[in-house]
């Protein structure tokens, strides 16, 4: 049960100018898994969030490449981010992770730090591997029939960090 | 997979027309233009999102930043005309709580 059907994988290189290729190739895997609309723009905005975090914390002054490879199993869309990076990108994910704190003054509020709980929030499943470089796996759940009202609610969101 | 930006003055109102996608790639140009907008005092910055249909952390973040830049500076920034999907994201991060939304006000300025 659950084997993979397919398995895509794109590399590129860790460049602002790439995010947006990843984005649409997402967007059309998701598409031809029969997401609906929603889940598709939050796979998307997931995946982003993960590339951006290896475009802009993965390498330092060398260039580097990502690797995106995509699961694509009968009830599942399993994507993997990873980078070869030597630098503490993974510490940079972690830092600050929530929403807006809006108990705080907007002067002492952080620009960064939305991307991880974005990714957790919009994903079912995220776990994080910091071993050579960073691997990020995230899951969406393809959801049927009638759950599909509940798709993308409250959904049970872990994250195993590691 | 761009970002088209209009800088329109009137009534003593500076309204930016965004239209296209927010992302790690051109929220860069967002910032050079929006930043200097809010940096100057008395500034009333109107930011129209009518043609905008994706946005990302990194995006957010340059909102935040000029969010900041309206506290230092006695400027102010409204967003309007967001489609429900990049709202979403506002909601989701709290960014809504912080941030002057206005819906439906796309014919203004027009």
Known sequence: MNQTSDFIEMKVPAKPEYVGVIRLTISGIANRLGYTYDDIEDIKIAVVEACTNVVNHAYEAEEGQMTIGCGVYEDRLEVMVADRGQSASVDVLKDNVGPISTDKPVTQLKEGGLGLFLIDTLMDKVEINNDNGVIIIMTKFLQRGEVEQNAGGISATTTDRQ | ?110
């Open chain 2, 1 to 110: 997979m761009n970002l088209e930006i209009n800088h329109i003055e009137k009534e003593g109102k500076e309204y930016l027309f965004l239209q296209g996608e927010i992302d790690v790639y051109t929220s860069e140009k967002l910032k050079q233009t929006l930043l200097p907008l809010t940096a100057q005092k008395g500034n009333e910055v109107i930011v129209n999102f009518s043609d905008v249909n994706y946005i990302d952390s990194t995006g957010l973040g340059i909102f935040i930043g000029a969010l900041k830049s309206t506290h230092n500076h006695e400027s102010s920034m409204k967003l309007t005309g967001m489609a429900e999907r990049v709202r979403r994201l506002f909601n989701i991060t709290g960014l809504d709580e912080i941030i002057d939304i206005e819906d439906s006000e796309r014919e203004e300025a027009k």
